[in-house]
Structures are given as C-alpha cells and as structure tokens.
C-alpha cells in the first residue's frame, strides 16, 4: 500500500537515513512529496508545490512526575525553595488515594497524548517505606494500559545508602522501567549513589538521578555519579536531572566534570520550569536563576535533553505536559538560539536513548504514529503551531 504526502518539510536530523530518500534539501530540512510504502517512509519526490507541511516522529518526555501532577490547587502555603516545596508535597500526600492518584496521573498522560508525546518518564516519590507505596501501585497499573509510559522510583541517596533498602525497592521495579536516587548533599549520599549503581546492575535497570538541585556550589553528586560509572564501567543508561550546582562552580571544575559526564556515557536532563520557579529563591524578584550549564556541557560531548519535571505541584504552580512547551521556555531560559533543529533531539531521539529506548526517527517510525503541523519553520513550530496525527484516508 502507498501513500504520498505533498509538500513535506522534515526536519534532517530527524531522520535516520536522510541520504537515501532523495529531496531538496533546504537548510535544516529535507523538503518535497513524502511517499509511504506499508506505512514507512520510502522516497522523497520533487513537491509539487511549497513545502509548508513539518513531519515530525512522537516526542519524548524524559523527566515528569505524574503522581504529583495537578495538586497546585488545594496546596496551601507553597512559594519557597526547593525545601518548601518538598513539605509541602509531603502535607499533600494525605489526600493521595487510588482514585486521586489515577485521576490526576491519566490526566497528565492525557495531556501528554494530545501534545504528541509517545514515550514518558515519571518519577514516583517512593515514600518512607522500602515495599512500593500505592501512587506506585497505582501508575505500574496505568503503566500496563499505556505503551510508552516509563516510570522512575524516586528514592533518596540516604534510604538507598541502606543495603536492605536498596535491594527490597529495587526487585519492586518491573522490567521496561527505571530506578532513580534524590542526591542533595545528604550524610553516605556517596554510599547511595553506589548502592543505586549496584542494584541496576544486578538488575539491568537504567538509572536516573535528581541531583544537586541547588545553586550551593558544595553540592557535588554529579561528579560522583561520573566517577562511580567510571569506576564501574557502567554501561546501562543514565540519566541525571537538574545537576544546577554546576553553574556555581569554577569553569575548569565545569570542564572537569562535563569530561567524565562525555566519558561515562550520562545524559543530562536540563528542567527549566522547576529550576526557574524554585532556585535563586529571595524575598523578591530572583538576582541568579538555576538552570545547568547545558550549552558547556554539549560543547564536551554530553547528550543533553530537555523535560517538563513539575506540573501545578508544590515544585512548580503552572505548567503543561507538553514537550514541545517545555523546549519554548528551554529556548529563553537557556538561550538557545536558531536554528533550532541542533535542539529537537533533546524532545526526541536523543531523549528516548536517555531512557534506554530506541530512537524514532520520522523514517523508521509507522505513518501512523507520525505528527505533521502547519509550519514552514521551527520558530514556528515551538512557538505553538498545533501537532495533530497524519489522518490516514
Ligand atoms: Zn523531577
């Protein structure tokens, strides 16, 4: 069966094989008529007129926390730094019932579907217990019934500094998902951090850390993380969150760290809208803002990806699931500049290798699961021209 989508802009690092689908290449793009062989992209012909159609393959989620989603309204008392933001979630937790948790997680995985996303990560606060508790009872559930929905432990590097711990929450986490440590400075975070390395090896879990989420520039977990990979020579994925201390430390202590980052195979995930809501705290406006140095850390060959983390919790009080939202504010956060296509990957390919997943690109993945948008441009595209699946009549 074949099929031919006229005037079609894809963008080239989008694609796995762009050499071998002919097309004009146009900038970052490969423009004219996309043809479709069983539901595969095979050929790109001449357009027949001017390509101002975007083919995109489904975004990737790679950092979010469904179980906390959508409580910003019976919160009381939030605004404040991270701290603040943890008990307050903590006080809200006594409102955490099966149908709650469910409601507020589908509603997240609903909002996530119609944004175009196709693979997410959620961390789940794992509570004070070594058993799982029910918000991550209630997801694996969700889990089941919804392809392409990750989730992450949210342990902290002081429970997991606990053999017993470690071992009991770790065996809890079903294949296809992920085990992930809190790191903040705490006593043995180091013992934490090797524990976690440990277990996803004895398991084969990929590992995904919340660490140094501070502008202190005291906070080092990161470059323990690196150096226990390293040491270890961890090959499973790693993923690390918010890593903002870097951007209080000195540039050769940057440089030092991103090195063993590149060498030890560790994505970083940069979380703009929690960093930007929760760090650089004052009694008014914020004089320095927390966002990891993701421009120096790409330069030493880090692979860097870009996620919501909070959505109307107790971290950040707006927010939406919606990757694509999340790269719009990354772009004035982190000043990235066009053209923007050398940043796509950290919504897609790039971040689905950070979860262990195999990349989709717009050539390997079915016409079915393909989004295209009114766009001649990225600027456009981020800046919020609708991604609607490709109607197949
Ligand atoms: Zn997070």
Not at 87 to 100: G, L, P, V, Y
């Amino acid at each position: 069966m074949t099929l031919t989508l006229p005037n079609i802009k894809i963008p080239r690092i989008l694609l796995r094989d762009p050499d071998r689908l002919g097309g004009t290449v146009e900038g970052a793009f490969l423009c004219g008529d996309a043809r479709f062989e069983n539901g595969l992209l095979s050929a790109i012909s001449p357009a027949s007129g001017p390509c101002d159609t975007l083919l995109m393959p489904p975004l990737v989620e790679p950092h979010c926390h469904l179980d906390k989603c959508h409580t910003v309204d019976r919160l009381e008392d939030i605004g404040g730094d991270l701290t603040a933001a943890i008990e307050a979630q903590r006080a809200d937790k006594i409102n955490w019932t099966d149908a709650d948790i469910r409601n507020r997680a589908l509603r997240g995985i609903e909002e996530y579907t119609r944004a175009g996303t196709g693979l997410i990560r959620s961390h789940v606060d794992w509570g004070d217990e070594a058993e799982p508790p029910l918000s991550w009872q209630v997801l694996t559930e969700l889990a089941a019934d919804t392809p392409g929905l990750q989730l992450c432990s949210l342990t902290s590097a002081i429970q997991m500094a606990d053999p017993a711990f470690a071992k009991t929450a770790s065996d809890a986490i079903p294949d296809g998902h992920a085990l992930g440590v809190f790191v903040f400075n705490q006593p043995d975070h180091n013992i934490g951090i090797e524990q976690a390395f440990q277990q996803a090896q004895r398991l084969n879990l990929p590992l995904d850390f919340h660490v140094d989420e501070g502008l202190a520039p005291d906070l080092r977990g990161l470059e323990k993380i690196a150096d226990t990979a390293i040491a270890t020579r961890h090959d499973g994925p790693i993923l690390c969150g918010h890593a903002v201390s870097l951007a209080s430390q000195p540039a050769d202590d940057v440089r030092r760290i991103a090195d063993k980052l590149a060498r030890a195979n560790i994505t970083v995930a940069a979380l703009p809208t929690t960093n930007l809501y929760l760090q650089g705290r004052t009694n008014g406006t914020p004089r320095q803002r927390g966002l990891t140095m993701l421009h120096e850390l790409r330069r030493a060959g880090v692979r860097i990806v870009i996620g919501a983390d909070n959505v109307r919790d107790a971290f950040c009080p707006v927010g939406r699931h919606d990757p694509l939202r999340t790269l719009e504010l990354a772009v004035l956060a982190g000043h990235l500049d066009p053209p923007f296509d050398q940043w796509l990957p950290a919504i897609t390919t790039d971040a689905a290798h950070a979860l262990g997943q195999a990349p989709m690109y717009v050539d390997n993945t079915p016409i079915s699961r393909l989004l295209h948008a009114k766009a001649g441009d990225l600027s456009t595209l981020i800046s919020g021209a609708p991604l609607a699946p490709i109607p197949q009549e």
